[in-house]
């Protein structure tokens, strides 16, 4: 037998809260298991996640965005949402609800960040955020969603026939 090369493992890794790094381990490998046996839609999978750390880690996975694929075909578009509608048919226990509430939360996690990034403006975005949140009440939808409210073109890789979520 000859010698291989040892395979180089790529991965992303995010950095959150403890909770919401449990939250985002648990749904990541939720949502790959559910679609384990698809030909067209796929997540990466979780490789790792340390939530005292706040660390998750996915799988790289290679491919070009929605944006791209569509510049040079736009005849992509009824596959992608024929792999949409499959994405969200999935059944999974425990998905979230979105609720304005949980909006909310996110938008004021994510104007805490703002907040440190932008020392000056510090007090106007979180003082925004925290209206924002009082204002928003509590609406249920009817199902759990598997994303969180903000799909766009680069959280969609595009290779071949095979369409990658990510971002969950």
Do not use: Y
């Not at 994510?110 to 925004?128: G, K, N, R, S, Y």
Request: proline share 4%.
């Amino acid at each position: 037998s000859g010698t291989a090369e040892p395979a180089k493992r790529r991965i992303a890794i995010r950095c959150c809260s403890s909770a919401a790094c449990t939250r985002l381990a648990r749904r990541q490998a939720a949502v790959a298991d559910a679609l384990a046996g698809s030909t067209t839609v796929r997540v990466p999978k979780l490789v790792g996640a340390e939530p005292s750390s706040g660390l998750l880690a996915i799988a790289w996975d290679r491919g070009e965005s929605l944006l791209e694929a569509l510049r040079k075909d736009a005849a992509i578009l009824p596959r992608f949402c024929g792999a949409l509608r499959q994405f969200h048919s999935i059944s999974i226990a425990r998905l979230p609800l979105l609720t304005l509430d949980r909006v909310a939360e996110s938008t004021v996690s994510h104007a805490e960040e703002l907040a440190m990034v932008c020392e000056e403006q510090a007090t106007e975005i979180l003082d925004f955020a925290a209206r924002l949140g009082s204002q928003l009440g509590n609406l249920t939808t009817d199902s759990p969603v598997t994303l969180h409210n903000d799909l766009h073109f680069r959280q969609v890789l595009v290779k071949g026939q095979q369409f990658t979520f990510l971002d969950l």
